[in-house]
């Protein structure tokens, strides 16, 4: 359980950094952005995946089990859009790469 969640979080933050570094290159945000405000966010959604999921949770119910529900709902659908844009990302992520490494190498 804890092999799991521990590597995980390393495999969210190595992404973090990739996703941080592409939207950097792509000059959707400040250069001068820590890459604390990327990783953070997914690391937060990837905690509240696993406590909604958690039986501990689901046997101790202290809240409603509608607001869980319904929790748990909202946050798969941000993982579902999420996963599309990491998609439909991948093309253009690998033709960056191709011309970057094209530019680098005088082609």
């Known amino acids: 359980m804890l092999l799991r ?11 973090g950094i990739i996703v941080a570094e592409i939207l950097k290159k792509w000059q959707l945000f400040s250069k001068d952005l820590g890459l ?10 990837f905690g509240c995946r696993e ?11 202290k809240l409603s089990e509608n607001f869980i529900n319904i929790f748990t709902i909202i946050v798969n659908i941000i993982f579902i859009i999420i996963a599309i844009i990491v998609c439909i990302s991948i093309p ?16």
Do not use: D, H
């Open 51 to 61: 406590v909604t999921n958690s039986s501990y949770i689901k046997e101790n119910q």
């Open 5 to 15: 969640l521990f590597t995980c979080l390393i495999g969210l933050s190595g992404f």
């Open 36 to 45: 604390i405000w990327i990783i953070a966010p997914i690391l937060i959604l």
């Open 92 to 107: 253009f992520i690998w033709f960056g790469t191709i011309e970057e490494l094209g530019r680098r190498g005088g082609l």
